[in-house]
């Protein structure tokens, strides 16, 4: 009887055993599963998160494509706005050069011109220079009634050397300038080739640059209106047809540089006129 006892209770023992095991596989088994759920749940997730994001590219690539489109648009508005405005700003010396070339040649009647030197950028711009000239020729050429006030040798002397910055301790000082040197070598190897940058003093330059003046003034400039004053000018201008001018205010240094504008303003161009007469009166 207790062989049989202990029999019984060591195979109770074993059954009651069985069922934790089964337990724990039934659980792994879940575990798997629902890991491997997760996975597919991460995975579709991420596929929809990349998507997503590769949709938001593309409209966000469309939209910037959109806005510039639309800056482009506006930019173009803003232009026109611009160039309808009757007063508006050029550029700075001697840049604005081709747009007084432009008013110079749409004169058809009448052309009036108040600016400090008869060779206007010659120094600055040779090639503006020769255009400016030219433009003024052919326009005498066709009939076109001319007008230039400019100042006279002593007043164009003195303007020279406010520009350049010349007194009494300045010696070599107004080329020391790198630009200077540049615009002063090419002036030289027109005016005088056998001139020197390092060598040249300012009463050199200054009388090569009145001689230019000069021979404009007699042979360049024949047939037009040519009156030269000793006022001091504050503004420079070029009138063409009383309907349409580019006027400019001069720094006298040549440090600061004219600015140039544009205008159509029939109030501010009768304002020009004035002075204009003015100037001629006070020579």
């Known amino acids: 009887m207790r062989h049989g006892t202990c029999f019984r209770r060591r ?22 599963h629902f890991l491997s759920a997760l996975m597919d749940a991460i995975t579709i997730t991420l596929n929809a998160l990349a998507i997503l994001g590769f949709a938001l590219a593309i409209w966000q690539t469309r ?6 489109r639309q800056t482009i648009e506006q930019a173009k508005h803003l232009d026109v ?4 405005l009757s007063t508006r700003y050029l550029e700075q010396f001697p840049h604005f050069v081709p747009r007084v070339v432009e008013v110079i040649q749409s004169a058809e009647r009448n052309l009036l011109i108040v600016c400090d030197y008869p060779c206007y950028a010659l120094f600055s711009s040779y090639s503006m220079w020769l255009s400016y000239e030219a433009a003024i020729k052919q326009a005498a050429n066709r009939g076109v009634i001319v007008s230039i006030s400019c100042l006279t040798a002593d007043r164009r002397r003195e303007v020279l050397r406010e520009q350049f910055g010349i007194t009494a301790c300045t010696s070599d000082k ?41 021979i404009t003034m007699k042979h360049s400039f024949r047939g037009v209106q040519l009156k030269e004053v000793a006022s001091v000018l504050p503004i420079y201008f070029w009138i ?34 004035k002075i204009a007469g003015r100037v001629s009166n006070v020579a």
């Open 11 to 32: 195979l109770s023992t074993h059954h009651a055993g069985a069922a934790p095991h089964s337990a724990v596989a039934e659980l792994e088994v879940v575990r798997l």
């Open 63 to 68: 939209e910037a494509i959109r806005q510039n």
């Open 81 to 84: 706005i611009r160039e309808s």
């Open 174 to 214: 107004w080329k020391s300038d790198t630009g200077v040197q540049g615009l002063l070598k090419a002036f030289l190897r027109r005016e005088a080739p056998d001139g020197d940058v390092a060598n040249i003093r300012f009463s050199e330059f200054e009388e090569l640059l009145e001689a230019a003046h000069t």
């Open 240 to 273: 063409a047809d009383d309907v349409q001018a580019v006027f400019s205010i001069p720094s006298w240094t040549n440090h600061d540089r004219e600015q140039g504008f544009i205008t159509s303003d029939n109030k501010l161009i009768l304002a020009l006129r």
